[in-house]
């Protein structure tokens, strides 16, 4: 975290009331993001708003928090199978640990359809030339679903976040993951991306 904010710094952006930073974070079991949010909130404070970003099918932490069972509620309860090219994220229960330390402090939790993380993940290569796997596509969606969505600007309401401050802020796709998947996969994502956007 001390590293994102010297990142940060650098481009002369500073974290504030004024300038609220958002950041999506690709959940799986929780274990890892747990310790991302964890770090985030020890550097940044109340600036940081963390989102939880899940596989459609695969929406453990979720439901976990939902249902306030955490670990004790799987994805096949609710008839969903689990099945997601987002390998990382692809995990039918959650940390329970995570669940219950961080649920009051989770600003949003959002889904997104392997077609969507397809499309974010081909988007990102043409305009950036930067290459992930659809697990770590998954926060690209973020920005969209907190302007477009209900939850997202009942969040913002609740939480004092005006439209002064959000012209300001600053988002985060916080996307690990890509550098190591083979080549001939990755073209086989970067097709498929392909095909969706030209539907």
Same mark, same amino acid.
């Given at each position: 975290?001390?590293?994102?904010?010297?990142?940060?710094?650098?481009?002369?952006?500073?974290?504030?009331?004024?300038?609220?930073?958002?950041?999506?974070?690709?959940?799986?079991?929780?274990?890892?993001?747990?310790?991302?949010?964890?770090?985030?909130?020890?550097?940044?404070?109340?600036?940081?708003?963390?989102?939880?970003?899940?596989?459609?099918?695969?929406?453990?932490?979720?439901?976990?928090?939902?249902?306030?069972?955490?670990?004790?509620?799987?994805?096949?309860?609710?008839?969903?199978?689990?099945?997601? =090219?987002?390998?990382?994220? @692809? +995990?039918?229960?959650?940390? &329970?640990?995570? !669940?219950?330390?961080?649920?009051?402090? #989770?600003?949003?939790?959002?889904?997104?359809?392997?077609?969507?993380?397809?499309?974010?993940?081909?988007?990102?290569?043409?305009?950036?030339?930067?290459?992930?796997?659809?697990?770590?596509?998954?926060?690209?969606?973020?920005?969209?679903?907190?302007?477009?969505?209900?939850?997202?600007?009942?969040?913002?309401?609740?939480?004092?976040?005006?439209? =002064?401050?959000?012209?300001? @802020? +600053?988002?985060?796709?916080? &996307?690990?993951? !890509?550098?190591?998947?083979?080549?001939? #996969?990755?073209?086989?994502?970067?097709?498929?991306?392909?095909?969706?956007?030209?539907?």
């Amino acid at each position: 975290m001390v590293r994102l904010r010297r990142q940060l710094r650098d481009l002369r952006i500073e974290a504030s009331e004024k300038r609220p930073l958002f950041v999506y974070l690709p959940c799986g079991v929780g274990g890892g993001l747990g310790g991302i949010f964890f770090g985030l909130k020890a550097v940044f404070g109340d600036n940081v708003h963390c989102f939880f970003a899940e596989p459609t099918r695969s929406p453990c932490m979720l439901l976990g928090l939902l249902t306030r069972l955490y670990d004790k509620v799987s994805v096949a309860d609710f008839g969903l199978d689990n099945a997601t =090219e987002a390998d990382g994220l @692809a +995990v039918g229960r959650p940390s &329970s640990f995570v !669940g219950k330390t961080l649920e009051g402090l #989770i600003a949003v939790v959002y889904t997104a359809s392997d077609g969507i993380l397809h499309v974010c993940l081909g988007a990102l290569a043409e305009t950036e030339n930067i290459f992930v796997e659809p697990s770590a596509a998954a926060g690209i969606p973020g920005p969209f679903r907190l302007f477009s969505s209900l939850g997202g600007r009942q969040f913002l309401e609740a939480a004092g976040i005006g439209p =002064e401050q959000m012209e300001n @802020a +600053v988002h985060i796709a916080w &996307s690990t993951g !890509g550098g190591m998947v083979p080549k001939e #996969i990755m073209n086989g994502c970067l097709a498929k991306a392909a095909g969706l956007l030209a539907r």
